[in-house]
């Protein structure tokens, strides 16, 4: 605003900004956002129900092979029942994972809090991985250090799931000699 000479106002001065393309970026931006966490949740959802779908049979086929591998067979018979059986907890394993990065992804992933032998779990890792391993010829080794708690809380299934990965990628990458794992451990909060 200026003023005349008698202190009155002579005219107002004043700007004007077309703020429709920023308002409508934002819309758009906003709508972008809305559909990119709706097709993050539908796919979640997509491959938890299809791990859940492809478990169901999967949990037969070990089974059934367990069952199977009870009943008398010749040695030859019962190595493929074995890498039948071994194979399909490999997958189920995988499976597993799918189904865990999907919880993760939408913040529901949960880890359990139960005893469980240190020992077992590793046994059961190498055992996953051990009909790939004697295909190649391969030797699986691992040593528990002196002094390691073999009773453990936590979540055994976890701990599995990442000695698989680690294991089965040691096998796969491996040509000649030996996967070997060694187990150590080192106290939490400096106690």
């Known amino acids: 605003?200026?003023?005349?000479?008698?202190?009155?106002?002579?005219?107002?001065?004043?700007?004007?900004?077309?703020?429709?393309?920023?308002h409508?970026?934002?819309?758009?931006?906003?709508?972008?956002?809305?559909?990119?966490e709706a097709a993050a949740r539908a796919k979640s959802l997509f491959l938890a129900n299809m791990s859940h779908e492809i478990r169901t049979p999967l949990n037969a086929v070990i089974g059934m092979t367990t069952l199977l591998l009870d009943t008398p067979m010749s040695e030859d018979q019962r190595d493929f029942a074995r890498t039948i059986r071994a194979s399909g907890e490999s997958l189920l394993e995988i499976i597993n994972d799918?189904?865990?990065?999907?919880?993760?992804?939408?913040?529901?992933?949960?880890?359990?809090?139960q005893a469980f032998d240190l020992r077992r779990?590793?046994?059961?890792?190498l055992d996953l991985v051990a009909p790939?391993?004697?295909?190649?010829?391969?030797n699986l080794a691992y040593l528990i250090e002196d002094g390691t708690p073999e009773a453990l809380v936590g979540d055994s299934t976890r701990v599995r799931q990442?000695?698989?990965?680690?294991?089965?990628?040691?096998?796969?990458?491996?040509?000649?000699?030996?996967?070997?794992?060694?187990i150590d451990s080192e106290p939490v909060g400096g106690s």
Do not use: P, W
Request: aromatic share 4%; glycine share 8%.
């Open 132 to 138: 790939r391993a004697t295909e190649k010829k391969l």
């Open 1 to 22: 605003m200026t003023s005349n000479a008698g202190g009155g106002a002579s005219g107002f001065l004043g700007t004007v900004t077309d703020v429709t393309e920023s």
């Open 162 to 182: 990442i000695l698989v990965n680690l294991l089965s990628n040691a096998v796969k990458f491996t040509h000649q000699g030996e996967v070997f794992v060694s």
């Open 121 to 125: 779990c590793i046994e059961d890792a």
């Open 98 to 113: 799918i189904l865990d990065y999907s919880k993760a992804d939408v913040g529901k992933l949960e880890i359990e809090q």
């Open 24 to 36: 409508h970026q934002a819309l758009a931006l906003e709508r972008a956002k809305s559909e990119a």
